[in-house]
């Protein structure tokens, strides 16, 4: 699915496996040319968090959002070199 489509499945998706959850923003929006990211959090009812992650899209000529990809939790450690 593409399009708001495939954002509804995403949603509702997440909405039956973390029932009363919500997504909530920590961060502005950065953005740079056609490039954006954001950071999250998905948290409980009672706010706690469950697990942070990171958005990044790209918007289209128009300006709607043309893809978004999403990264759970915290980036990987750096590996020693």
Same mark, same amino acid.
């Given at each position: $699915?593409?399009? #708001?489509?495939?954002?509804? %499945?995403?949603?509702?998706?997440? !909405?039956?496996? &973390? =029932?009363?959850? *919500? &997504?909530? *923003? @920590?961060?502005? /929006?950065?953005?740079? #040319?056609? !490039?954006? @990211? &954001? ?5 409980? =009812?009672?706010?706690?968090? /469950?697990?942070?992650?990171?958005? /990044? ?6 300006? @709607? ?5 999403? &990264?759970?939790? %915290?980036?990987? $450690?750096? $590996?020693? /070199?």
């Amino acid at each position: $699915a593409s399009g #708001h489509a495939a954002l509804g %499945e995403m949603v509702a998706g997440v !909405q039956a496996k &973390f =029932p009363g959850h *919500r &997504f909530r *923003r @920590r961060s502005g /929006v950065d953005a740079h #040319h056609d !490039q954006l @990211r &954001f950071a999250w959090d998905l948290v409980t =009812p009672d706010g706690a968090v /469950v697990v942070a992650g990171i958005d /990044v899209g790209a918007l289209a000529d128009d300006g @709607r959002l043309e893809r978004i990809t999403g &990264f759970f939790g %915290e980036a990987p $450690a750096l $590996a020693a /070199v």
